[in-house]
């Protein structure tokens, strides 16, 4: 499941395609706000850019761009990030996620919320493409070629 | 909605979940079920939940036939030969009764798009109405997910994250089983 794929069109086509796979993924949690998408579609679209290397690439190459500990990491990270926003809010004298409750400065309640549906987008990207990596890296096991 | 596509659309969606039921080898069923997810994400663009149709063609059309690969590979290809035809007349009342009570259930729903629809009243129309003002955020779903329902993205990201590690831990347990 994981080493060299034989065919070099194979190789090629992965290497060159999984970085802007990757990209795509970040565009689609950032532009949630405006499109269709969001954490949940793009976290699964940037693991997408990080198993397409573990399928076709050297394993050299693809663990060592990204570590098989990336993904429990990520999971967790993203997850605490997405408990602390909502902790942030109750420490501030809201309800629990309530954006608008975090005073800063002299932005409106509305652009609050607006960059908390932010934070929050990014910690979703972040735990699903930390569990679906998790997930891949071991049902696929660990690397053949060293 | 284009009424024609619809159904052309369910056609194949159930011929493709039938045949996926119905091959032996379980690559072969992988996409189909790939192609599956394919349609239904058809199917939801065309009811214009675009944010549902993006993640069922990510997920389904895409990562989950490379998980189902790769417990394939790890696993095996064939199906086994079960033999159930005499389960098969137990079930099928009960699949068809099934099946009668759905569609008489159906019969009650309100229309597509019904703006009497009881999903339409309570709190719909104020996210609707003031989700842009709330919160600049023009796709609504968006803002719904994220600000005024986070609670509920919360608990699914939680489940989402400890399914994955309890999948990781069985398959580790397992690994470890086998090394001795």
């Known amino acids: 499941m994981t080493g060299a794929y034989p065919s070099e069109v194979v190789r090629t086509v992965g290497g060159l395609l999984s970085p802007f796979i990757a990209m795509f993924g970040l565009y689609i949690i950032a532009h949630g706000h405006y499109g269709p998408g969001g954490g949940f579609a793009g976290g699964v679209i940037l693991a997408v850019g990080v198993i397409l290397p573990r399928l076709t690439l050297e394993s050299r190459i693809a663990f060592g761009s990204v570590p098989r500990e990336l993904g429990p990491l990520a999971a967790g990270a993203g997850m605490l990030a997405f408990a602390l926003t909502g902790l942030v809010a109750v420490l501030a004298g809201g309800a629990f996620l309530d954006y608008a409750a975090v005073e800063v400065g002299e932005i409106a309640a509305s652009r609050l919320r607006y960059l908390g549906i932010l934070v929050v987008e990014i910690a979703v990207g972040l735990a699903v493409f930390g569990a679906m990596v998790l997930v891949y890296d071991e049902l696929a096991g660990s690397p053949v070629d060293g | ?180």
């Open chain 2, 1 to 180: 909605m284009i009424l024609e596509l619809d159904v052309l659309l369910f056609v194949i969606l159930i011929v493709t979940a039938v045949l996926a039921l119905k091959v032996r080898d379980l690559l072969a069923a992988v996409a189909l079920l790939a192609a599956y997810s394919l349609f239904a994400a058809l199917i939801f663009a065309g009811a214009v939940a675009v944010d549902v149709a993006l993640v069922e063609a990510v997920l389904g059309a895409g990562v989950t036939g490379v998980l189902f690969i790769a417990a394939i590979l790890t696993t095996s290809r064939r199906a086994d030969v079960v033999d159930s035809s005499r389960r098969r007349w137990a079930t099928l009342p009960v699949l068809a009764a099934f099946l009668a009570l759905m569609i008489y259930a159906s019969t009650g729903l309100p229309d597509k798009g019904d703006p009497e629809a009881p999903a339409h009243q309570g709190v719909a129309p104020v996210y609707l109405e003031d989700s842009l003002e709330d919160t600049e955020t023009p796709n609504v779903v968006t803002a719904l997910l994220a600000d005024y329902r986070s609670q509920d993205t919360l608990g699914e990201t939680l489940v989402i994250v400890t399914a994955a590690l309890g999948a990781a831990l069985v398959l580790r347990a397992r690994e470890q089983e086998e090394l001795g």
